[in-house]
């Protein structure tokens, strides 16, 4: 994989989200449901790419992380239309389309470092990590190019902030190697 990660893009991105610390870290401006999206500031249209991110906060864990292609809506998570599919930490489901595509997922509690490799194809094959273990593998179906996406939610402004793998400590899983 090339030494070259993805941040989190400080625009276009979902109302309540600040993009921080050069877009390393994500963040809410306010009491914010997970009705919000930022997504990575580059995309990925052939090859393998992945990313890994760690939820840290006061508030309790609520946040999606995800793959999202350009169509996708900044006003909902990843997976909340059809144009992404997203890993909802808390709720422990993969979710496309605003509904359920897979449950039993592993229970994440804050801390713990989330990974994700995308191998675009037709159709992709997303893969799942949980501290450095695979977790589970899907293939979907998502046009490029395709960016790498987070929602958060918090009762106030910073409670619950996430940091994106972008090359600042080594990789935990073969998500971001």
């Not at 979710?95 to 490799?117: C, E, F, L, R």
């Amino acid at each position: 994989m090339a030494d070259t990660f993805g941040r989190f893009g400080a625009l276009p991105i979902g109302m309540l989200l600040a993009a921080r610390d050069g877009g390393l870290t994500l963040a809410t401006t306010a009491a914010a449901d997970l009705s919000r999206m930022a997504r990575s500031d580059v995309s990925v249209d052939s090859g393998t790419a992945g990313v890994e991110f760690a939820v840290w906060g006061e508030d309790d864990l609520a946040a999606v992380v995800g793959l999202v292609s350009a169509t996708a809506s900044f006003a909902t998570f990843p997976g909340g239309d059809g144009a992404g599919l997203g890993w909802n930490l808390a709720a422990r489901t993969l979710v496309t389309n605003g509904g359920q595509v897979a449950t039993g997922m592993p229970a994440v509690v804050k801390g713990d470092i989330v990974g994700m490799s995308v191998a675009v194809g037709s159709p992709n094959r997303v893969t799942f990590y949980l501290n450095g273990a695979q977790v589970r593998q899907r293939d979907h179906v998502l046009a490029g190019p395709l960016y790498f996406a987070a929602a958060l939610a918090a009762t106030e402004p910073g409670g619950l902030c996430m940091a994106v793998n972008a090359g600042q400590w080594g990789a935990s899983s073969a998500a971001a190697e």
